[in-house]
């Protein structure tokens, strides 16, 4: 609902016939769902207070769990590790954008990035031991389409970076789809008035 922003949640199967609502997350659900590889379980976002939290509930419907709070700090974008256990994530807890890695039942998490500059877009390997995420570390800009993004590939077990793409150097083309101040809503700024971008990170071979 564009007035209200709260949106509902349907599973529908693959030819149309079936429609069932979903019910039971939180009544301000907005956006960013996300499927757990064992289609068991959702996460998804849903404004509080000004501010974008993570929850998870039953792909089926049910109760839903608080996973990620952070005070004055929106957190978004979550990706599912394969193995269904970890939860990579977009924070900008601090005002700074940052890569999380929250770990499901646990609760432990691991900082992936927090460089200066936009830090986002993650994606984890198909094996699920490594990370890329799209950062403007070598050249902070404003996150704006004129930011020069290369593409980072970080490894949990030693906590380091082991592979950068330099997408110009590389003769890839690297496709980064920032939101414009008309795109911008009043639950697309970080809580402080400033503006926040989201971006969509993919390269390919010329």
């Known amino acids: 609902d564009k007035e209200t922003r709260r949106c509902s ?4 199967s693959i030819d149309g016939q079936e429609k069932n609502q979903v019910k039971g997350h939180h009544e301000n659900f907005y956006r960013y769902l ?7 379980l959702l996460v998804y976002a849903a404004k509080v207070d000004g501010f974008l939290e993570l929850h998870i509930m039953p792909a089926i419907g049910g109760d ?3 996973f990620i709070v952070t005070p004055e700090g929106h957190n978004e974008a ?5 193995d269904g256990n970890k939860l990579a994530y977009v924070s900008f807890e601090k005002r ?3 890569i999380i890695v929250q770990y499901v039942y646990s609760g432990s998490r691991q900082t992936v990035a927090k ?7 993650p994606a984890w390997s198909p094996d699920g031991l490594r990370i890329a995420f799209a950062s403007d570390r070598a050249s902070p800009g404003d996150g704006t389409q004129d930011s020069k993004y290369d593409i980072y590939v970080y490894d949990p077990q030693t906590n380091t970076v082991v592979d950068t793409i330099d997408v110009r150097a590389a003769g890839r083309e690297v496709a980064i789809r920032t939101a414009t101040t008309a795109e911008i809503d009043d639950d697309e700024q ?8 989201r971006h969509r990170v993919t390269h390919q071979h010329h």
């Open 9 to 12: 949640l349907w599973n529908i």
């Open 34 to 40: 996300a499927l757990s590889p064992d289609g068991t």
């Open 64 to 66: 839903f769990i608080p």
């Open 78 to 82: 979550p990706v599912w590790s394969p």
């Open 96 to 98: 700074q954008p940052q």
């Open 115 to 121: 460089y200066p500059g936009i830090n986002g877009a």
């Open 190 to 197: 970080d809580g402080h008035g400033h503006r926040r971008d």
